[in-house]
């Protein structure tokens, strides 16, 4: 979206009570704003773009039939994140131990890097891959929520079901846990 459609759009509080009254325009406009930001999210979270695809289906499939539960209009974004993140938790619990990894889910490195350069921002994004599957699925939700789409503590402690307290603990522990991985690639 260009700065000017920015800057004329409607808030997602706006938004969210269009839809309330039934206007698909209104959702159309939520689900363009958010898609990419929830399936990022599912797509780390899961390692599988296929299941991704269909998390973020369901997300906005579950948004546009339960909007009417939604309490606080400003709230859409934080309630979008917690749909989100309650189905790919549910997901998770669903699958075997032992989940493959999807390397279609790490971003490509840009064609214009050296191939050297190029290989091993790959091969980083691959290690970082791995090493969040490692964690716990609430360590992972919460870290996540936290280091790639910037949600205060409080927020990933509405959306995870936890208190703040509950919320830092799983980042740090998940820090440690990522940084104790990556240590060969700093």
């Given amino acids: 979206m260009s700065d000017a459609a920015l800057a004329t759009a409607p808030d997602d509080a706006t938004l969210a009570g269009r839809v309330r009254d039934g206007d698909v325009r209104a959702y159309e406009q939520l689900v363009l704003r958010y898609q990419g930001a929830m399936y990022r999210l599912a797509a780390r979270m899961l390692a599988d773009t296929a299941e991704a695809e269909d998390i973020v289906q369901d997300v906005f499939l579950t948004a546009w039939r339960r909007i009417a539960q939604l309490q606080d209009d400003d709230a859409f ?9 309650n189905l790919c938790l549910n997901a998770l619990r669903k699958r075997q131990p032992a989940a493959e990894l999807d390397p279609d889910t790490t971003e490509s490195p840009r064609a214009d890097t050296q191939p050297e350069h190029a290989a091993q921002l790959h091969s980083q994004l691959e290690a970082l891959t791995a090493a969040l599957q490692q964690l716990t699925a609430e360590q992972r939700a919460c870290w996540l929520l936290r280091e790639v789409h910037g949600r205060s503590y409080e927020e990933i402690g509405e959306i995870v079901g936890a208190n703040a307290t509950q919320v830092r603990g799983r980042i740090a522990r998940a820090r440690v846990q990522l940084a104790e991985v990556m240590q060969p690639w700093r």
């Avoid at 974004?77 to 993140?85: C, D, E, K, S, V």
Wanted: hydrophobic share 45%; charged share 10%.
């Fill in 77 to 85: 974004a934080g309630w979008l994140y917690r749909i989100t993140t």
